[in-house]
């Protein structure tokens, strides 16, 4: 049995990783401090079941706040750290790049330290797929030069990397950087392309398609992320950085076709150039991934898609 911290416990990955962690027999330490990014209801509603658990504990605190985090780990003595809270998104980051950098590279030094700090040896940072920017070689390796991101949000994300790989070298502490390449599914955040979509074409409002629908992503379903965790927590060793990803692409046209499909709903669309940050395609090379950690994801987007709307259709009062 091991001993979990999760930072962003409350967010749309944290608490599935939560819910997975404590079925299975974990003690699980949540800390989230309710970013206003979008609705705190929706996250509180997210750690409704978990906060039943006995062997869940919550923490309402900032990753910048280091008297708050010093507290959180002498009291709970975790076994593994992951580290998921970050300010989100690449088009706020444009607009809001200091608070990027800020929550999205001091605290992931915070946690570094704290890790340091308290003797924790296993350490899971969730990176992203933006760190590739516009790679013209796809599918996209961890081998990559990932020199070019393309947003302040990608950029402090490569930092983190980078800072987990000081502290493996420094302390010896073994990390997993896992990089996620577009992740939805239930609970996925209200702004997220597929949630927006669905949204406006459920209400017969029209969506915005930038790229004309020709920008491509390599959707992955919540399920198969919530496996590549669980299992990067149970085989974490040295340093590694690993893809985390469906290996298939969709375009956005393909997206949207889903979707009415799924809702029985015609998109009003309004087709818009490609927006500054934007990448023109994810693609997910997972040969490490299936090599190191046994992933295997099963969710195809033609699955995926009709999953989603379904939950959607259960909660959209929120």
């Known amino acids: 049995m091991k001993k979990v911290l999760v930072t962003g416990a409350a967010g749309f990955i944290g608490s599935h990783l939560c819910e997975a962690l404590l079925k299975r027999g974990d003690t699980v330490i949540g800390v989230d401090n309710f970013d206003p990014f979008y609705d705190e209801k929706i996250k509180r509603r997210n ?11 919550f923490y309402e605190e900032n990753i910048l706040n280091l008297e708050a985090l010093e507290r959180i780990f002498q009291e709970t003595a975790p076994s593994h ?4 809270a970050a300010k989100a998104g690449v088009r706020p980051s444009i607009q809001h790049p200091a608070a990027y950098q800020k929550y999205n590279v001091e605290g992931t030094t915070n946690m570094l330290e704290m890790t340091h700090r308290f003797g924790v040896k296993n350490f899971i940072f969730a990176s992203s797929s933006s760190v ?5 070689k796809v599918p996209f390796s961890e081998t990559d030069n990932v020199d070019f991101p393309i947003s302040p949000y990608a950029a402090t994300k490569k930092a983190g990397e980078l800072l987990c790989f000081t502290y493996h070298h420094l302390y010896d502490i073994n990390v997993f950087a896992l990089r996620f390449f577009t992740v939805y599914g239930p609970r996925q955040r209200p702004e997220m392309a597929i949630h927006k979509f669905t949204r406006a074409i459920d209400r017969g409002e029209p969506i915005q398609v930038y790229g004309f629908g020709k920008p491509s992503r390599d959707f992955t379903y919540i399920d198969d992320i919530i496996d590549g965790v669980m299992k990067s927590i149970d085989r974490v060793q040295g340093y590694e950085i690993i893809n985390l990803g469906e290996s298939q692409t969709t375009t956005t046209n393909r997206l949207v076709e889903l979707i009415e499909q799924a809702l029985g709903k015609k998109a009003v669309r309004e087709d818009l150039p490609m927006q500054p940050g934007d990448v023109n395609t994810t693609f997910a090379d997972i040969s490490k991934a299936k090599k190191i950690l046994d992933y295997n994801p099963r969710t195809k987007i033609e699955e995926g898609i009709p999953r989603f709307v379904q939950w959607y259709q259960k909660n959209k009062v929120l």
Request: negative net charge; proline residues 5%.
């Open 132 to 136: 590739y920017g516009n790679n013209k």
């Open 81 to 84: 750290v992951v580290h998921l």
């Open 47 to 57: 750690l409704t079941w978990c906060l039943e658990q006995p062997e869940f504990s």
